[in-house]
């Protein structure tokens, strides 16, 4: 074990050691990636950038310390090498994994032999997860193929009709007001000014004199936009945007900044209604109170510090069309987290400076930056441990807008309440699947401004002690199922789906999901699994505070969960089921089939729009009706990855038969013929963690029988295979006094001779054991004992055919302990 973990690092040791010596060769390494993006203002270069110079070995003199800059061998680069950076007469590509797909491959190998290289070698490795164990056992399938060419939708009328909503303002803004010096105004997301200053009537540029100008000025400006739409928009779609350049824009806007309502609080109460807490009939118990956690911190701007000039994303203008995706946002996320690491030489008390500040869209680094993650940046190790932001006052909002997070043990559905609705520790029914008290205890929520590397935490270089794992939620759809039947479009008895536009939910529960405890002082932030007890007392602050290091640690906050949301265009896709199908909510057999639905469904929509596979993601839930919580209606329900919603889901339920019926044909036509899942019909790179959750013949089973109404047709080839796996199993465990036979003859009462798929003569007389339908939980997939079980008095034992499956020890202890 020592020398499988250090012996790379001994190896040059003991080689120079050998008698003769094996002289070392000395390799400078060097990384390339976006979060080498900071470059401090007195730098030419970023460090990407002077990395990839001296890779090409051009002589940029000495660095700052006036010591030289060796030339550097290998570059270390994640997908920034993908998009096109050209470097030179590059020889060689070493993959650590499994690119996602072919494309991805081309690109990344096609970095080498660029400039007439005689020879230029690809080494790609496979990690130890499915998708790499896939394509390196089957590498024709990565390395050779045809790609497809990308495509533009230019036909698209959410896109379309983003644009010139956009277009509208901007030309509206400059008939309106007058010059502003760039100086005046330097924060980029408030140049439109507020939310209140637009529904003020009295304001230099408002939503009433924006209605008037919209009227008078109606022929010019659809002129105007005549000029430049997409000619591929069909006929009656442009007229349809003509003809309410004035109706819909002002429309998409009114409903954005709740236009003609109340104004309301920060708690979403009208400013004349007092605002009290939520009743309930379960009291706050003793451990769901904290006093600490209801403190609100609101840092003053100390002495030197420069000014907070962003407000809070809901009461800009822009941030909030944005965010109600009213504007386009061009697939770029505007809700970015920041990773901060100070520089801490450069920094004061007055102001920080950073060395590095890498970021991403916040879904993305709810998981990438989580904290307690470790983030490598430039050859170092840097621990996420701190909630942060430049503009102090941002993280005392995030605080101050906390929102309760209630998430059911049983379904995982999930939702949030404002504070004034709820209260921490609180539990509810939950309104999907139907438990009592399964949604909760309600934790705080917290939408996250950054992460940082706390300043006094040194740099690591190590790879031991791997931190806790925690990852984001997938997307989950908050709203309730529409009542309204007209709202709805039937595909037949058992199918019918409802085109909305809804926020989804994302959050990160922490490691073991126990969430995390957070200082609201001074924004330390750890895992509450390893949270140390000195947390809640005098520690560290996290930025560079010389004057006061230490933080008095008086308002922790335990279990907080962190989170997002985005708003997209949503199909949902009710499924009605019949006896004696059931899809109980939280079960292992639910999970499989809607799981494998969601993923062919949202693939054969790709495929019949021409989309890329990452386009529209699909997930699940039970219907919140009262139907959903008997098992007897589920909903399915697709999405837009594109920031804000494409459009692409709305065109789907035009299609939805045809995307049914080709999720159907993905199902039952793999062309390797597999037993379950694999890369040539369900699998992919990115849902290679539910792999072992994709069962195609499971999943066409269902799908055939929601789209024909026929009768349930199981598989009878994968029937015997599980009910042999299952028999010689039992034969293993040499039970004592109990003897199993495999296809034997059962002479029953006023039945005469049955054959039954395993015969038990035991301490207990002769029993029969077979096998159930996965959804079907008391119908034997044999129907030669289906009468035996009905009608003679032999005990027949069903048990589920994929439990054989996936935990096979467990379904063969569970039989045994029923027979002895």
Known sequence: MFVARKGYYRASTVDILRVPPIPPISLIAAEHTAQLNTAQAQDVFSKAEENELLFQDVDLGP???????????????????????????????????????????????????????????????????????????????????????????LDNYEITRRHVTAFLLQQYHQDRLPDIAPEEQPHLFAVLGTVAEFKSPVATINRNDFSNWLNENTTQLVSAVEEWVPTELSGDERKRLMDGIVTETLAAIDQAIEFGKDEKDEKGKPASEKV???????????????????????????????????????KNLLDRLLYKGVL???????????????????????????????????????????????????????????????????????????????????????????????????TLDCPACGRAGSMGPARYWLRPPGFAHPVSRQEGV????????????????????????????????????????????????????????????????????????????????????????????????????????????????SLKIDEPLTLQPGTLATDVALRTLSEAISKSACLVLGLEPTEIQGEYRPALSPLGKTGREVELYLYDTLAGGAGFVQQVSTQITDVLSKALTLLETCPTKCDKSCYRCLRSYKNKFEHELLDRKLGATLLRHLLTGDPLSWDSDRTKSSTDLL???????EAEGIEFERNAKLSVPGMGDVIVPILVNGLKGTCVIGLSGPLTLDEPLDPEIKDVKEYSSVPVFLTDELLVRSNLPSVSSELLAKLT
């Open 63 to 153: 660095d700052e310390n006036d010591h030289e800059r060796p030339a550097i061998d290998v570059l270390s680069c994640t997908t920034t090498m993908e998009v096109g950076i050209d470097i030179g007469t590059l020889s060689g590509v070493a993959l650590r994994n499994m690119p996602p797909a072919r494309a991805n491959y081309q690109q990344r190998s096609g970095r080498a032999g660029r400039r007439g290289t005689a020879v230029a070698t690809v080494t790609a490795f496979g990690s130890a997860d499915s998708h790499d164990e896939h394509y390196f056992t089957n590498p024709e399938q990565m390395i050779s193929g045809a790609v497809e060419d990308p495509k533009l939708t």
């Open 276 to 314: 009290t807490p939520a009743k309930s009939t379960e009291a706050p118990t003793a451990e769901a109170e904290d006093d600490t956690d209801g403190l609100e911190i609101e840092l003053p701007a100390e002495e030197g510090e420069a000014a907070a000039t962003q407000i809070a994303a809901s």
């Open 328 to 426: 386009p946002r061009y697939a770029f996320p505007t809700d970015v987290a920041t990773f901060y690491i100070f520089d801490r030489d450069k920094s004061t008390s007055y102001e920080a400076a950073f060395k590095f500040s890498p970021s991403q869209g916040l879904a993305v680094a709810l998981s990438q930056y989580a904290p307690g993650k470790e983030v490598w940046v430039s050859g170092k190790k840097y621990m996420s441990g701190a909630i942060y932001s430049p503009m102090r006052k941002e993280r005392s909002i995030a605080w101050k807008e906390r929102r309760l997070y209630y998430e059911c043990e049983s379904c995982q559905y999930a939702s949030t309440k404002s504070q004034s609705e709820g209260y921490k520790g609180q």
């Open 462 to 573: 190590s790879t031991e002690d791997p931190p806790a794992k925690s990852y984001a939620t997938r997307a989950k759809l908050v709203a309730p199922t529409p009542a309204d039947p007209t709202k709805w479009i039937a595909v037949n008895d058992r199918i019918k789906v409802h085109h909305l536009k809804e926020h989804l939910l994302v959050t990160n529960r922490g490691p073991k999901q126990e969430g995390y405890t957070y200082c609201t002082i001074c924004g330390v932030i750890e895992p509450s699994v390893t949270a140390s007890e000195a947390f809640v007392a005098n520690h560290p602050k996290p930025y560079p505070d010389e004057r006061e290091p230490l933080c008095p640690g008086s308002g922790t906050s335990t279990g907080l969960v962190l989170g997002t949301d985005f708003i997209t265009n949503v199909l949902l896709i």
């Open 727 to 733: 028999f010689n199993d039992l034969v293993r465990q």
